[in-house]
């Protein structure tokens, strides 16, 4: 029985050899030959996908004693960190090769990757917490992995911030505790019906707060424009997408066992976070003129669509499908977003971009397919993904929350059209001056030839095809986790 519980988690087990096993083969490989490090990372997490999608189709269950849940969620979070992972290790292949610990740099996102995971399976409040500190720390590294003034800038302010709301969730964990007297799930959905309002109160802001942070959703999302824009390209696409996979199935699960029959309104309380996030997200984008800060606030509104269903975890069955296609779109799409600005990383401006993307106009088709996937326009995944999460809204008892919904993806055509325009058009390129070609620096001034990175560009090219497969297909899709539920 122990060895088949252990078995249980070779998903995680194969991220966790990965990573030790990276890091033992960094030290003995030269510095010039770290592709043998990235080879062995990515083999890893086709390994773990692999597994995990085996493991999807069996019954759910609850190992070492209900601590770690496996079931259809985690299933999905599972495939789809493994596979993120594995994509963002070779789009920052491009920014990362030769670097003196380039090493470290693979390790820490399989790290971080396993937290993410940890988050989603999570049955328990300490290991929810050991699971937010997995899937923080290696961050903060990642986010000042450049070592220059605007990446320590952005590790700083990711970590207080990280460091002030996981105290909040210490908090909130310790509340339920003392109203509950445990901290297993199904434990805590059995005994907080009868417990104290106050510790209640306290205990469900408190914990919220720290999945909230993870998500980068309202009022938490302080740190996701300036680390967005702070870091390189391919470490911001890992921020924006790995973490909050985990985070919002975490939010998911919580909604939907042990704060599912609480006296207070918890659904609402998500409802109405889900809709100021989207909000505010899209009116902070509107004047973005940064690519990054843009799709910052693009991922801030985007954890608004993902918290409706976290809304609805514990009211319909329409949830875990609509969820599962939502978390598989969205990675696909953002990371093929932040992959076209990671293939031209000194263009920071939108005319900069145009720029340096010139006459590879199939840079441009590919940008537009992840930017209106992210809109939600047919047939991209993220499309199918909206219309799930709102037809579970509507089936939650939430149609205000979808009408909010559906206005705010009509408002954020209008600044991906923004970027989408110039692309498309084309900006006229300012050759450098020979004098100035070797201080150009991190960011160069607008309008001035760039160079166009191969590696990132196919993995935009990639994503932009993936996307609209994964939509076509979702009917499929669909069905395998209905039938799972």
């Known amino acids: ?10 998903p995680e087990l194969l991220l966790l050899l ?37 493991a999807l189709a069996e019954p ?5 004693e209900g601590t770690w849940v496996i079931d259809t969620t985690t299933g999905v979070v599972r495939i789809v960190v493994a596979l993120g992972v594995a994509v963002l290790v070779w789009l920052a292949s491009a920014s990362l090769a030769g670097h003196p610990r380039e090493t470290e740099a693979y390790v820490l996102m399989l790290l971080g990757g396993l937290g993410s995971i940890a988050l989603a399976a999570s049955g328990d409040l300490l290991l929810l917490v050991a699971a937010y500190l997995l899937a923080s720390v290696p961050l903060y590294a990642l986010a000042g992995f ?19 709301v996981g105290v909040l969730m210490l908090v909130g964990v310790a509340a339920l505790v003392l109203a509950a007297g445990t ?15 106050a510790l209640l109160a306290v205990g469900v802001l408190g914990v ?13 999302h302080f740190w996701v424009p300036d680390v967005t824009a702070g870091t390189t390209p391919p470490m911001a696409a890992y921020l924006t997408t790995i973490p909050k996979i985990g985070a919002v199935a975490a939010a998911f699960r919580l909604l939907a066992e042990p704060f599912a029959d609480v006296p207070l309104d918890v659904p609402l309380l998500v409802a109405v976070i889900a809709a100021v996030s989207m909000t505010l997200g899209n009116l902070a984008a509107f004047n973005q003129t940064d690519v990054l800060r843009l799709l910052a606030y693009s991922t801030v509104s985007q954890v608004g669509y993902l918290f409706m269903v976290v809304a609805v975890a514990a009211r319909t069955d329409l949830a875990v499908p609509a969820l599962a296609i939502y978390l598989a779109g969205y990675a696909v799409t953002n ?11 000194t263009a920071r401006t939108i005319t900069d971009w145009a720029t340096a993307i010139g006459r590879p106009r199939w840079i441009a088709l590919s940008l537009v397919v992840c930017l209106l996937g992210l809109v939600g326009t047919p047939p991209t995944a993220v499309f199918v993904g909206k219309l799930a999460v709102f037809a579970a809204a509507w089936d939650g008892a939430l149609v205000w929350l979808v009408v909010v919904a559906a206005m705010n993806t009509v408002a954020s055509l209008f600044y991906y059209l923004r970027w989408i325009a110039p692309a498309f058009a084309g900006v006229p390129a300012i050759p450098v001056p020979v004098e100035g070609a070797g201080g150009a620096g991190p960011r160069t001034a607008a309008g001035t030839a760039q160079t166009v ?16 497969l994964l939509g076509l297909g979702a009917g499929v899709w669909l069905g395998i986790t209905s039938g799972a539920v």
């Open 18 to 54: 990965g990573a030790v096993g990276g890091l033992l083969l960094g030290l003995w490989t030269p510095q010039h030959r770290q592709w043998r490090v990235r080879l062995l990372v990515t083999v890893a997490c086709l390994a773990s996908a692999g597994a995990a999608a085996v």
């Open 183 to 197: 901290t297993g799930y199904l434990d805590l959905a059995a005994q907080l019906p009868e417990a104290s309002p």
């Open 60 to 64: 759910a269950e609850r190992v070492f």
């Open 146 to 164: 450049a070592k220059d003034s605007a990446g320590v800038e952005a590790t700083m302010k990711y970590y207080l911030m990280g460091a002030f």
């Open 208 to 220: 919220l707060a720290g999945v909230a942070f993870k998500a980068g959703a309202v009022p938490v």
């Open 335 to 345: 990371v093929g977003a932040f992959a076209a600005v990671a293939a031209a990383p």
């Open 1 to 10: 029985m122990g060895d088949e519980r252990v078995l249980a988690l070779l």
């Open 453 to 468: 990175h191969p590696a990132p560009a196919m993995v935009l090219h990639a994503a932009a095809v993936g996307s609209i």
